[in-house]
């Protein structure tokens, strides 16, 4: 009997790497309280390739320009993979929201608190597809739901000292930063927006 060569001895051990950064992908969720969130575009994108791939790759009898395909494209699913796991290790909030469809959307968000209320970031686009500015939309946040409004800022000193607040308290923020992948300060681009509690009825 042959023995297996160096190269597809490698396959499988990225094989594996790659099946265990993709299970990463939908375990992580489970560390936070409350409603599982399952992964959505690129975070799914990267769960669901790194199984593929891996599985791929450790097929004994998968064709040989079928590993090869599979190790072509490993690096990108492993991106997608391993930054939607780390992304979630800290903590992660869900707003549910309309998008500009009229479709509902869950928003998964860091968020950070401060002595004036709880805030989340993200880009003004986004915010102003999915109408967060005054909307009354559900928070989930350790476990508990509640009903926020969002209120939505726009100057820059308060923009930036939120987002320094998020790379403060997120080491995945600081590590991606680090390699240029998270911008250390906010862009022209982000917003800000407070959380307030809805008005009682």
């Given at each position: 009997?042959s023995?297996?060569?160096?190269?597809?001895?490698?396959?499988?051990?990225?094989?594996?790497g790659l099946?265990?950064?993709?299970c990463?992908?939908?375990?992580?969720r489970?560390?936070?309280?409350?409603?599982?969130?399952?992964?959505?575009?690129?975070?799914?994108f990267?769960?669901?390739?790194?199984?593929?791939?891996?599985?791929?790759?450790?097929?004994?009898?998968?064709?040989?320009?079928?590993?090869?395909?599979?190790l072509?494209?490993?690096?990108?699913?492993?991106?997608?993979?391993?930054?939607?796991?780390?992304a979630?290790?800290?903590e992660v909030?869900?707003?549910?929201?309309i998008d500009?469809?009229?479709?509902?959307?869950?928003?998964?968000?860091?968020?950070v608190?401060?002595e004036?209320?709880?805030w989340?970031?993200?880009?003004?686009?986004?915010?102003?597809?999915?109408?967060?500015?005054?909307?009354q939309?559900e928070l989930?946040?350790?476990?508990?739901?509640?009903?926020?409004v969002?209120?939505?800022?726009?100057?820059?000193?308060?923009?930036g000292?939120?987002?320094?607040?998020?790379?403060?308290?997120?080491?995945?923020?600081?590590?991606?930063?680090?390699?240029?992948?998270?911008?250390?300060?906010?862009?022209?681009?982000?917003v800000?927006?407070?959380l307030?509690s809805?008005?009682?009825?």
């Open positions: 009997m023995q297996p060569n160096s190269s597809s001895k490698l396959q499988t051990v990225i094989g594996w099946l265990a950064v993709g990463a992908v939908f375990a992580v489970l560390v936070h309280d409350g409603a599982y969130a399952v992964p959505r575009g690129g975070n799914l990267g769960g669901v390739g790194a199984l593929l791939l891996g599985g791929v790759l450790v097929w004994a009898a998968a064709p040989r320009w079928l590993g090869w395909l599979a072509a494209a490993s690096p990108v699913v492993l991106f997608f993979g391993l930054y939607a796991t780390m979630e290790l800290e909030v869900s707003l549910y929201a500009s469809a009229g479709q509902p959307s869950e928003l998964r968000l860091w968020i608190d401060r004036d209320g709880e989340v970031g993200m880009p003004r686009a986004k915010a102003v597809e999915h109408s967060l500015d005054g909307a939309l989930l946040r350790n476990g508990k739901t509640r009903c926020v969002p209120v939505l800022h726009e100057d820059r000193p308060t923009v000292a939120i987002h320094a607040l998020k790379v403060e308290k997120y080491a995945v923020a600081r590590g991606a930063a680090a390699i240029g992948l998270y911008p250390r300060e906010a862009t022209d681009a982000a800000s927006l407070r307030d809805c008005p009682s009825a």
